[in-house]
């Protein structure tokens, strides 16, 4: 039995409830066909031989390890706010799926590559490989700039701001000699010296990129040569084509098909970590018909799609010996990971350097921008009009001056237009009147220049770095348990988190800790969670059983400085998995070892053997997996574990109706706790069955074509008239402070909508423990399966709601905020509601409401989510995650909050800023993020303010110039040390508009009356005086700095 | 390796590597600060010391203000004599441009007395103007021919003049002489300018050169046997004035006037504003501690304080009517 290597195919995501979508509990369920030939038996069934005993100190080091609480359970409180919610819940009866959001890693491998879509590349030929394409090498090139390149592309960089732009225009304007108002070499000075010191900084990143480059392409890695034996190649030398093996610990070279693997079944163990900074093991396999080749001697062909970003998914497919077999993203190790567990592999390059999923995936992330920026920028289009109006004003009137003192002009003596030094009179610096006029408008722009403040993008830029400086040392961000930091990852949006106006929450390590704990189990329709029996008899050693083999989890022996003791990790790649393994051991089935072929678990201190026959990967459609284990004795026994919805249609309902019953309220029970719940479950196969299994999963497992839809037929064949044995429940706990931050966010006018994929339930129940909901909030739930239904259950909704809001709000106001209404609707029901004419109402019900849930919702729908807000208001959106489930909503949310858990790290890459609670967004929310827009928008409004009080008082003097632009104010910088000394201002009130149109201009009305006030009364009280321009400059100077001094302090 | 953390972190381990950020009062943003708060006796009490301040302070600068004396005698229409129709082609014609006028004191005046003239609607701060001058050229006899930016009046066939510009082109060229019961009032025209200018800006070994021999001439011709440290009507000039009418120090009256003296003065109006419709005032006038006679400056603080005067009283009534 060992030689007949069953199919292992890692699952896209384990059974982790998030992930399942749609369908809530249904009463009344389809009677299955009973079949009374499938009689279970637990009786007789005998434990194989032992294999050794060991490290049987594995068995208390291990269930030390997994923390578990059987008894510790819900308080009472949870259970009568459970009770309450669960009386409102209509029931609705769903069958079948609908997989809106799933990803299906099988079926996008079996999709047929086309040849003009498709890359080939003969094994072990890269001549050929390269002949007709030529594919890029292995160097790869991360510098953006050769020596060459580097001062044109640079500039044409630097001058992508519009604000260099403009500078670059002002100090050219400045070169003419008509025009220079300021000093020639002085204007260009101060934009020269910017774009020296960013050049500088660019150049010293690139020579840093060039040199780790260098370091990264002379790497050495072993190849195949044609005679059999494998030389060292530097990596940059690598090509498409070429066979590469890697040693245990190794960092893969580019991305390579695995051929085989010391395992001899084929299996590799990699680290991902520098690609999306999951630490787990993930298992890579090779293709049966590779592996287990003599090694030099590979000839085929691979044809696989063209190069893309996609690190989850891998189509190809290869010919090899005439047999055609389809790869999949399990077969493909990629750039920048480490081969972990296994002590060499051997693999095809099939891309490499540039064409590397890795460094596709190396730009950075999408940029946003900031509100307040986007605002600005609308504010500089109006002071540009402005600048524009009063360059005008000035060169008008200086056109009307010239043009009534037309005929003094000449002997003026202030004027002096013709020159008398030379023999023949000429004018004197006199281009005529038109030109006059437009030298005169040049040269107001000149002398207005700073109305558009420049320096105001170099200061924001500053106060920005201070600002993320502040929040990353910030105490209240650090998070004890996970020793992180706060992470700012990106700078120009700081002022954002000031005014965010709804927050999207994902659950399952958001608002929870995403550390699974196993809290009770439901066997044989006992109850384990309030009894404190113990788990015997056959059916609790089967359930047990069932939890410890029928899983993907890997455990790995880890040292510890003490020799003799050593611990067990399980490694998997969902904490569900993983906590049943470790509640399995804990009771004394603990998992010891996993091959392809065999699974090693010590019972109670014996070692048994099994063959695990197959295994039936868990997949979205059928909410759970089932392992068909040889027992030594040469029985057959097929275990599932599932979503209770899919588990109840194959269970055998003629054994045991009672039992099912208890089972199924036990499962409400749980459920309404908040509790994760699977349902175990058991069959016994006989000859005949296993053989007509086994036939077809050979015939499947070495199909070429649909090999997918195949085995899922026969998964779904075999997996029929299950004899239930029962359920356990997860708890995922919620993370510290989670209900205290989501009053006080509540309490700041945030609105916090929850989108999770968990059951209704589920996430109602946590929604009490989370306070987000209470018990005086009215639900209006949105739960139907078609169209119509859905449609109609909205309107009535937004019908009742608008009612309640209209009845309660008109009544009196303390009425209005006890009687508040959540809106708990499903993702089944969104996918008829997203991207239709309903979007509408469905935001004008959810504007009505203080609480959102949305449950059984898939990635794609949570951004649909935050899109349908984003898009009809212009409040600011937040959305905070950590699961790759809601990288496409941090995403899409204006200001994205990844949190650095237990779910792997692409949340974090894809957001904006990171941190390690949720609690913490309340602190980040309402303390920086209040500073930082309050500060940044006053910054802001000063620049603006004070270089517009400079430029009117130019203008006003210039009225008394004839019009001719003599500057009494020669200093600029002024007040820009003020701008780093902004004083510590904590004020209670929450999120006032720190910067909006209206104070925009409000801001230059002031402006407007200030600067009157500065030129107006020295100007008066200078009257027919002997003041002279430098010192009534001075004055002026004096003032506006005074006053904008008084206006910062 | 092992990530999961159920409860195998060694707790002593992890607090020695901690990326906990270090206290300080200036990271956490916890340096002291205050913030005033506008409570309404705050600004009831900040309105009346804007009051208790400014009134005082207003009325002080008005009486000063009206202490002091000041005669102004607009003269530029009367000293065109009736037969000249044409103003500019008197002023610019050879004839005698003496003038006499009588000044009535009206109140006594104290030593120093300043004579001024007063020019009206002459942009001294015009672009052009302002800038047609060389500073080097004044300050340093070896730069006696850099004369860049002096542009028109740089050279007169080819030797370069000095003092440069149009500034220095167009000096003010009237002059005054007073007179009391036939008796010389002197006007002493030492130390009318800046010392600062006198000292480092011109220079006390730069002699004016082929100044004003030009086809035209601008206004006043300079002696050059004295270097331009002394020439204080030129230092006074060159110190071009911020607005379009201004007064600028001819010299200072060093004895007292006495009520009803009356002034007799001969003037040589020689410069020419008719051509800009440009008015010429002689000016005497004795100073305070504020300066000269400007009601303004009392005005606006006396306005001031009456405002927050009656700012603060109305806060009042509104915070005890109707708190």
Not at chain 1, 164 to 185: C, K, T, W
Not at chain 1, 753 to 761: I, M, P, Y
Not at chain 1, 1016 to 1034: E, N, V
Not at chain 2, 152 to 162: C, R
Request: a positive charge; aromatic letters at 10%.
């Amino acid at each position: 039995m060992d030689s007949k290597r069953p199919l292992l195919l890692q699952s896209p995501r384990t059974p982790n409830d998030q992930e399942f979508p749609t369908i809530p509990v249904f009463p009344e369920l389809p009677k299955s066909k009973s079949s009374s030939s499938n009689t279970v038996t637990f009786s007789g069934v005998e434990y194989g031989q032992q294999v050794d005993n060991k490290t049987s100190s594995n068995s208390s080091t291990s269930s030390s390890k997994s923390a578990m609480s059987i008894h510790s359970m819900s308080s009472s409180k949870r259970n009568n706010s459970l009770n309450h919610s669960g009386s409102k819940k209509p029931v609705t009866v769903r069958y079948g799926s609908k997989g809106g959001g799933d990803s299906d890693g099988l079926t996008m491998s079996q999709r047929e590559l086309r040849d003009e879509d498709a890359r080939l590349v003969y094994i072990n030929d890269p001549e050929k490989t390269n002949e007709s394409f030529e594919f890029f090498g292995n160097s790869i090139r991360t510098a953006k700039y050769s020596i060459l390149t580097f001062i044109p592309r640079n500039l044409f960089e630097q001058f992508h701001r519009v604000a260099y732009v403009y500078f670059l225009i002002i100090a050219i304007l400045n070169q003419l000699p008509q025009l220079a108002v300021f000093g020639r070499y002085v204007s260009i000075l101060p934009l020269a010296f910017v774009l020296f010191v960013t050049g500088v900084k660019d150049a010293f990143e690139d020579w840093r990129r060039h040199n780790s480059d260098k370091v990264e392409n002379n790497r050495l890695a072993s190849v195949l040569i044609h005679d059999g034996s494998f030389i060292d190649k530097k990596w940059k030398d690598i090509r498409v084509g070429e066979i590469v093996k890697i040693k245990t610990n190794e960092t893969i070279p580019c991305d390579i098909v695995l051929l085989s693997t010391s395992d001899p079944t084929g299996v590799a163990y990699v680290q991902t970590i520098n690609l999306d900074g999951e630490s787990n093991l993930k298992t890579r396999y090779a293709k049966q018909e590779t592996g287990s080749k003599v090694q030099p001697r590979y000839t085929g062909l691979i044809k696989c799609e063209k190069p893309n970003r996609n690190i989850y998914g891998f189509m190809a497919n290869m010919e090899i010996d005439g047999k055609k077999l389809s790869l999949g993203s399990t077969n493909i190790v990629l750039r920048g990971c480490e081969l972990k567990n296994t002590s060499w592999a051997l693999g095809v390059a099939v891309y490499c350097g540039r064409d590397t999923k890795a460094m596709l995936n190396s730009s950075g992330a999408p940029s946003k921008r900031s509100r307040l920026e986007t605002r600005m920028n609308y504010e500089i289009i109006m002071l540009s009009s402005f600048l524009v109006a009063l360059c005008t004003i000035t060169s008008v009137c200086a056109a009307v001056w010239l043009k009534r003192h037309k005929d003094e002009l000449n002997l003026l003596p202030y004027y002096r237009k013709l020159d008398f030094s030379k023999p023949k009179v000429e004018d004197y610096k006199y281009y005529g009147w038109g030109l006059e006029i437009f030298f005169t408008f040049l040269m107001s722009v000149i002398v207005y220049q700073v109305m558009i403040p420049i320096a105001l993008y170099i200061s924001m830029e500053l106060v920005r770095v201070g600002q993320a400086y502040f929040m990353i040392e910030d105490h209240r961000l650090y998070d004890e348990a996970t020793d992180s930091k706060f992470q700012c990852r990106a700078l120009n949006i700081n002022e954002d988190l000031g005014q965010i106006k709804y927050v999207f929450s994902d659950k399952t390590g958001t608002l929870t800790e995403n550390k699974m704990e196993f809290q009770c189990a439901s066997i044989w329709g006992v109850d384990y969670s309030s009894t404190k029996a113990s788990m015997d008899g056959e059916q609790g050693e089967y359930s047990v059983q069932a939890l410890a083999t029928c899983n993907t989890i890997v455990p790995l022996v880890v040292d510890t400085p003490d020799s003799d003791v050593k611990l067990l990790d399980y490694q998997g790649e969902s904490p569900d998995e993983q906590a049943l393994a470790y509640a399995a051991a804990a009771y004394g089935f603990m998992l010891i070892e996993r091959t392809s072929g065999h699974i090693v678990i010590d019972i109670h201190g014996k070692r048994l053997k099994f063959n695990v026959l197959g295994l039936h990967e868990f997949d979205s459609d059928r909410k759970r997996m089932s392992v068909i284990l040889g027992y030594p004795d040469n029985s057959v026994k097929l275990f599932v574990k599932g979503a209770d919805t899919t588990m109840f249609n194959v269970i055998d309902k003629s054994y045991n109706m009672d039992l099912i019953k208890s089972t199924e309220t036990h499962l409400h029970s749980y459920s309404s706790l908040g509790l994760r719940t699977l349902v175990i479950g058991m069959k016994e196969l006989n000859t005949s069955e296993f053989e007509q299994w086994h036939a077809a999963y050979e015939a499947a497992s070495t199909a070429v074509f649909g090999r997918a839809a195949m085995l899922k037929k026969i998964s779904n064949n075999v997996e029929n008239n299950v004899c239930i044995l029962g359920a356990s429940a997860i708890e995922d706990k919620l993370q510290q402070g989670v209900p205290e931050a989501i009053e006080s966010l509540r309490a700041a006018g945030i609105k916090v909508w929850v989108l999770t994929g968990d059951k209704q339930e589920t996430a109602i129940s946590i929604g009490f423990s989370s306070k987000l909901l209470t018990r005086n909030m009215t639900q209006v739930i949105i739960n139907s399966n078609n169209r119509v239904s859905c449609r109609k259950n909205l309107k009535d909704a937004l019908e009742r709601s608008r009612k309640l809001m209209s009845t309660y709000g008109v009544g009196n106001n303390d009425g209005a905020v006890a009687n508040q209404i959540a809106l708990i609707i499903d993702g089944g029901s969104l996918v008829h509601i997203l991207d239709s004419e309903h979007e509408e109402e469905l935001f004008q019900l959810a504007s009505l409401c203080s609480v959102v849930l949305c449950c059984r919702v898939a990635p794609l729908q949570k951004a649909g989510i935050v899109s349908l807000v984003k898009n009809r208001t212009s409040d600011m959106t937040l959305a905070i995650g950590d699961g790759a489930n809601d990288v496409s909503m941090i995403q899409m949310a204006d200001v994205g909050v990844g949190i650095s858990g237990q779910e792997g790290r692409q949340a974090v890459m894809s957001s904006d800023f990171a941190m390690g609670q949720f609690r913490f967004l309340v602190p980040l929310l309402l303390i920086h993020g209040h500073w930082n827009y309050q500060r940044l928008g006053y910054m802001i409004l000063y620049n603006f303010y004070r270089n517009a009080v400079l430029v009117l008082v130019l203008f006003w003097y210039v009225l008394y110039t004839a019009f001719t632009l003599t500057t009494a104010i020669n200093e600029w910088n002024l007040g820009r040390s003020t701008l780093l000394k902004f004083p510590q201002l904590y004020s209670a009130g929450q999120r006032d508009e720190a910067y909006n149109k209206k104070l925009f201009l409000l801001t230059m009305a002031d402006t407007l009356w200030q600067s009157m006030v500065i030129f107006w009364p020295p100007l008066f009280a200078y009257w027919k005086s002997t003041i002279d321009i430098a010192s009534i400059g001075d004055l002026w100077t004096l003032a506006t700095n005074s006053k904008s001094d008084f206006n910062v302090n | 390796m092992a990530t999961n953390t159920a409860g195998s972190n060694d707790p002593t381990l992890n607090r020695r590597q901690t990326k906990r950020p270090k206290y300080s009062k200036f990271t956490q943003q916890e340096l002291p600060a205050c913030k005033p708060i506008l409570t309404p006796q705050a600004v009831i009490s900040a309105f009346l010391i804007v009051t208790v301040v400014f009134i005082p302070i207003g009325v002080a600068s008005l009486i000063a203000s009206r202490d002091v004396v000041e005669i102004v005698d607009r003269y530029e229409a009367e000293c065109v004599p009736s037969n000249w129709t044409d103003k500019v082609a008197y002023i610019q014609s050879g004839a005698d441009k003496t003038c006499k006028r009588e000044l009535h004191v009206e109140k006594r005046m104290k030593a120093p007395i300043y004579v001024y003239y007063q020019l009206d609607n002459f942009y001294q701060n015009h672009r052009r103007y302002v800038k047609s001058r060389n500073d080097e050229q004044l300050r340093d006899a070896g730069k006696g021919n850099s004369t860049s930016g002096c542009d028109p009046e740089t050279n007169i066939n080819g030797v370069p003049i000095v003092p440069c510009g149009l500034i220095a082109w167009s000096m003010f060229n009237d002059t005054y002489s007073f007179s009391r019961n036939k008796n010389n009032v002197t006007v002493n025209k030492k130390g009318i300018s800046w010392k600062s200018d006198r000292d480092h800006k011109f220079g006390s070994d730069v002699f004016p050169k082929n100044f004003q021999n030009g086809a035209i001439k601008g206004g006043a011709s300079l002696n050059e046997t004295i270097p331009l440290s002394q020439q204080e009507d030129l230092i006074v000039w060159m110190r071009t004035a911020a607005l379009p009418t201004f007064r600028k120090l001819y010299g200072k009256i060093e004895v007292d006037l006495e009520k009803g003296d009356v002034i007799n003065v001969v003037l040589k109006n020689n410069y020419n504003t008719y051509s800009f419709s440009g008015k010429k005032k002689l000016v005497l006038s004795t100073t305070s501690w504020l300066g000269g006679k400007n009601d303004f400056l009392g005005i606006a603080y006396l306005s001031v304080g009456g405002l927050s005067f009656f700012l603060s009283m109305a806060f009042t009534i509104v915070y005890f009517v109707k708190p």
